[in-house]
Nanobody, 117 residues
């Protein structure tokens, strides 16, 4: 019912910045809580940042002060601005949506972020 497509992943040097984008379609975007997760090789997929239907945000401790999540209701998109990137940020980043009433979840296919000198 919901399609999520990520973009913006790239190779970047430590201290650099990237902006990830997730385009959502197929349902009413404003009804969904949106989030970014990431998964490094051999590790669990963990929450990076989330934003509710009302615009409240939540961040993992490891990215606080460096990453910012935002959403654009008019364009059905969610973004993750990533600043001061570190090698440990290297992972596949996934867009996530959860229906606020049914709790049905959707995932994007992921976009690779590599931080290396």
């Amino acid at each position: 019912q919901v399609q999520l497509v990520e973009s913006g992943g790239d190779l970047v040097q430590p201290g650099g910045s990237l902006r990830l984008a997730c385009a959502a379609s197929g349902s009413i975007f404003s009804i969904y809580t949106m989030a970014w997760y990431r998964q490094a090789p051999g590790k669990q997929r963990d929450l990076v940042a989330a934003i509710t239907t009302g615009g409240s945000t939540n961040y993992a401790d490891s990215v606080k002060g460096r990453f910012t999540i935002s959403r654009d209701y008019a364009n059905n998109a969610v973004y993750l601005q990533m600043n001061n990137l570190k090698p440990e940020d290297t992972a596949v980043y996934y867009c996530y949506a959860k229906h606020s009433l049914t709790a049905v979840r959707y995932w994007g296919q992921g976009t690779q972020v590599t931080v290396s000198s």
